[in-house]
Each structure stands twice: as C-alpha cells, then as structure tokens.
C-alpha cells in the first residue's frame, strides 16, 4: 500500500511563495504521472497540476504561470513551488497519481492571508 506524506505548508502573505514536497513509499512513483490537488474551505478536492513520468506538466488555469510541479523520481518525491500566492490559493493540499489511484494522505495547509 502506498503512502505519500505532504509538507512545506504554513501561513504566508499575500504574494508570497511557498514550497510544498510529497513523497511517496513504494507504488512504483517514476512510472506514474503525478498530481497536486486540494480542497478549500467548502469546496470540493480540484486537480491544480500534473506532471508525467516523462516530465510534461499541466496547470489548472487559475494557478498558470504561478504554480510550477516537479519530481524527483530518485527521491520518490513531488514539487510544487507556489509563487504570488493570493487568499484563494488558500487550502489543504495533496498530492496523488494525476488520476487519484492512491489513498490520500493528511495534505498540508496553505494559508494566505491578505
């Protein structure tokens, strides 16, 4: 069973940065695509990037340009360097296959005060 442990949240500024790493136990991590994903206050769990086994990423539209994903596959780990971060960037974040295949772990608060 894979287990992936988040960290890196905590509270920042309004365009501040913050970096945030996953790693992940076994579940053969190089081979899978890999995703960030959270969840806001009231709302539901959004997919915000995604990185391929090859390295190819993709954002959602709300934090392109901002957000950067990465892994580092000898490491078992996954990235996400979060730059101009604004209050509705406030949330628990998670990180999973790009398709959710995992359990999810505790995720890591990102809070962003103005």
């Known amino acids: 069973q894979v287990r992936v442990v988040e960290s890196g949240g905590g509270l920042v500024q309004a365009g501040g940065s913050l970096r945030l790493s996953c790693t992940a136990s076994?579940?053969?991590?190089?081979?899978?695509?890999m995703g960030w994903y959270r969840q806001g206050p009231g709302k539901q769990r959004e997919l915000v990037a995604t990185?391929?086994?090859?390295?190819?990423?993709n954002y959602a539209d709300s934090v392109k340009g901002r957000f950067t994903i990465s892994r580092g596959n000898a490491e078992n780990t996954v990235y996400l360097q979060m730059n101009s971060l604004k209050r509705e960037d406030t949330a628990v974040y998670y990180c999973?296959?790009?398709?959710?295949?995992?359990?999810w772990g505790q995720g890591t608060q990102v809070t962003v005060s103005s």
């Open positions: 076994g579940g053969f991590f190089s081979l899978n695509a």
């Open positions: 999973n296959t790009a398709r959710g295949y995992w359990d």
């Open positions: 990185i391929t086994s090859g390295g190819s990423t």
